[in-house]
């Protein structure tokens, strides 16, 4: 696995090459002119360029999956260019390979088993748990979008999602919860940080500003999504590259999700992905559920009753990622400008 300060060294190399090449066309005083409001707008975070080294460590051969990585050609010469001044990458019959210190173990969890004996949802904490099997699924994604060695918190983690992914080994992981009955059973079953977390109240000052990711699961009313996003935005960094792994349907929230996004573009964030149907949730498992009046729909409408305890219902995995870490009202610098394809 590569080392920190070698990877600082990349950085520093790649940034520099970056805006060298985008502004080669310019008198070099014009561009020197420029050179903030690039910072401002075009620069590549640290963290966004160590999560763009974790996500072809493993998966690029070709330039062509390699610029789908990085969006444009010419940051793919880029980047192999400075790679291979390292003597990390080398090209050979169009292929790209890259050297085993470049490479990081692929853990799986697949075929990890949650040998723990099933805990109840409880109603006045909200808790509505997903399928271990969605919780691996999750775990997987979290694991290909944060590159080793960063932290992320659980605000919530009925599902046992926090497990799930302390099996990669690549992560710092804490998990915050209400449930003190689930901080104990996460406690001893892997070595994860846990703490007693209410989002009704302030996130405690040790943990502000501390993580490089949140992930969490509400319940996808007006009051709770406020109150989780709130202190999901206090528990991350404030940095460009955090990252925030929200699990709600997209369908059930309707027209709100334009101001969940606008509320979270207005902190800095951008929709990176939705991963559609990630979850599956029972719904006889759903706290809320009034079953014998569901039954009693189900056989009016000539369905064995029976069948409300198969139904599963889904959530989406949105993931969102701060581009912008101080917000303005009105842009005093800006320079409209086009990355080279």
């Not at 992560?171 to 007693?196: P, Q, R, W």
Request: aromatic fraction near 12%.
């Amino acid at each position: 696995m590569i080392k920190e300060d070698e990877i600082n060294l990349l950085y520093k190399r790649f940034i520099n090459i970056d805006f060298e090449e985008e502004f080669e066309h310019l008198p070099k005083e014009v561009s020197i002119k420029l050179l903030d409001t690039w910072k401002l707008w075009y620069e590549f975070s640290k963290q966004e360029f160590e999560i763009l080294l974790w996500k072809i460590s493993n998966n690029v051969y070709t330039l062509e999956e390699l610029s789908e990585v990085t969006g444009t050609l010419n940051l793919s010469l880029r980047l192999i260019k400075v790679l291979n001044e390292k003597r990390i990458v080398k090209i050979l019959d169009n292929k790209i390979i890259f050297s085993k210190i470049f490479k990081y173990e692929n853990y799986k969890n697949s075929s990890l088993s949650l040998n723990i004996k099933d805990k109840d949802n409880i109603k006045k904490y909200c808790q509505f748990k997903t399928t271990w099997e969605s919780s691996l699924k999750r775990a997987n994604i979290i694991f290909k979008n944060i590159s080793p060695n960063k932290s992320i918190f659980f605000l919530g983690d009925d599902d046992y999602t926090s497990f799930a992914l302390s099996q990669y080994k690549t992560l710092e992981i804490s998990v915050g919860d209400i449930d003190e009955e689930l901080i104990k059973i996460l406690s001893e079953l892997c070595n994860i940080e846990c703490h007693y977390f209410n989002v009704k109240d302030e996130t405690c000052k040790s943990l502000q500003k501390r993580y490089n990711a949140v992930h969490c699961d509400p319940i996808d009313d007006g009051n709770a999504l406020n109150l989780w996003i709130n202190r999901s935005n206090e528990l991350l960094k404030g940095e460009k590259g955090d990252l925030f792994f929200l699990n709600i349907s997209v369908k059930r929230l309707g027209a709100r999700i334009v101001y969940l996004q606008n509320f979270l573009s207005s902190l800095g964030f951008h929709l990176k992905d939705i991963i559609y149907n990630l979850s599956s949730y029972k719904v006889d498992e759903e706290p809320y559920t009034n079953g014998d009046k569901v039954k009693k729909k189900l056989s009016n409408t000539g369905f064995d009753e029976e069948v409300f305890h198969n139904i599963h219902i889904k959530t989406d995995m949105l993931i969102f990622e701060r581009l912008v870490c101080k917000p303005m009202l009105f842009p005093s610098q800006y320079y409209e400008f086009r990355r080279k394809i």
